[in-house]
């Protein structure tokens, strides 16, 4: 028995892609670095932004780099090497390697990204979708015709 999901909807054409998306995400996610996501008011004339914000203490930003391709915003980090002259007594801090991916909806647009104190800020916006409406043209045909007359 094959898996129904809700993105196999008769009337849902078009997004087995996001599925294929939304699946990696999921299977990506393994929850470190923690990090939030905000809705910012919009500022004067601009549209709605939205912004992630990955706790990343230790990290420099060039240990850390940040990709879109397509709809898909990846966030990698990669911490230097071990000196082996430290000995640690305790090990609570977390200094691994990571990769983070978000889905990004059409048209959202990466306004940049910061890193302070510990966090890298990325910051997105999503333009006011235009509102069109295209009337589609119907074409008749004469159903008396057979197929071979057409022809």
Do not use: C, W
Not at 86 to 105: D, E, M, N, P, S
Request: net charge neutral.
């Amino acid at each position: 028995m094959s898996r129904l999901t809700s993105l196999q909807s008769p009337f849902l054409l078009g997004f087995d892609g996001l599925e294929r998306a939304l699946d990696r995400v999921a299977k990506s996610a393994d929850g470190y670095p923690p990090y939030n996501i905000e809705r910012m008011p919009p500022l004067e004339g601009q549209p709605e932004r939205l912004r992630i914000t990955l706790a990343v203490a230790g990290f420099a930003a060039d240990q850390i780099e940040v990709t879109l391709e397509k709809n898909e915003l990846v966030i990698r980090g990669k911490p230097p090497a071990e000196r082996e002259d430290r000995v640690f007594l305790h090990r609570g801090i977390a200094a691994r390697q990571f990769t983070r991916a978000f889905v990004l909806a059409e048209g959202m647009e990466v306004l940049g990204a910061d890193l302070a104190t510990g966090l890298l800020v990325v910051d997105l916006v999503r333009p006011e979708p235009k509102q069109s409406v295209r009337r589609i043209a119907i074409k008749a045909r004469d159903e008396s015709r057979s197929v071979a007359e057409k022809e």
